[in-house]
């Protein structure tokens, strides 16, 4: 059973940043590709970035340059950090272990609004 908790969403105002974090926990037998999708409201779910085991990452054009996503592997953990955020930003973001993604954690809303 693998689990992924995700947190660090919230509301901030154009132009601010959030950090994102997920913990992956459970029965990981090899250390795999990580990452973050989006969903938007009336948008289908959106890939965001993604990181591999090595460090080799790619992200959707509409973030390059003011998302990074990293990782620590000895916690099992990826982080986005989120700069220079957009309205169009909002959406609930979603921590997938896997690529194609084989689990999902549970999603956590982001929200940018003044």
């Known amino acids: 059973q693998v689990q992924l908790v995700e947190s660090g969403g919230g509301l901030v105002q154009p132009g601010g940043s959030l950090r994102l974090s997920c913990a992956a926990s459970?029965?990981?037998?090899?250390?795999?590709?990580m990452g973050w999708y989006r969903q938007a409201p009336g948008k289908q779910r959106e890939l965001v970035a993604v990181?591999?085991?090595?460090?080799?990452?790619n992200y959707a054009d509409s973030v390059k340059g003011r998302f990074t996503i990293s990782r620590d592997g000895a916690k099992n953990t990826v982080y986005l950090q989120m700069n220079s955020l957009e309205p169009e930003d909002t959406a609930v973001y979603y921590c997938?272990?896997?690529?194609?993604?084989?689990?999902w954690g549970q999603g956590t809303q982001v929200t940018v609004s003044s």
């Open positions: 997938i272990l896997g690529y194609p993604p084989a689990y």
């Open positions: 459970g029965s990981i037998f090899s250390i795999r590709t």
């Open positions: 990181i591999s085991s090595r460090g080799s990452t």
